[in-house]
């Protein structure tokens, strides 16, 4: 590192707390795909803080119509049951 600063390792336990999943996904869905860089520290297996706030910066999804943090998404006005759901005309005779 250039700044003299060591990266924040963190166990996949760390990881598992971080993400509110457990152990047993990290190493199986994120280490083992390599969905996640992580560094070997003999048969340890450790993650970067910065390479984690990566990824979940990656998984990052947006809804349409987002306009920031202030303002929450538009939605669209849920129809009743018995709206635009009429079996016979309203008006005329009857079939």
């Keep these: 590192m250039s700044d003299g600063r060591r990266p924040a390792l963190l166990t996949v336990e760390e990881v598992a707390?971080?993400?509110?999943v457990s152990p047993a996904y990290v190493r199986r869905r994120l280490v083992f795909e390599k969905r996640i860089p992580y560094v070997k520290v003999g048969r340890l297996v450790r993650v970067d803080q910065r390479d984690l706030e990566d990824f979940?910066?990656?998984?990052?999804?947006t809804p349409a119509g987002y306009?920031?943090?202030g303002a929450p998404p538009q939605r669209r006005k849920r129809r009743t049951s018995r709206e635009g759901?009429?079996?016979w005309p309203t008006s005329g005779s009857t079939p």
């Design 17 to 20: 707390e971080l993400l509110s």
């Design 56 to 61: 979940i910066d990656r998984g990052r999804v």
């Design 67 to 69: 306009k920031g943090a």
């Design 85 to 87: 759901r009429r079996r």
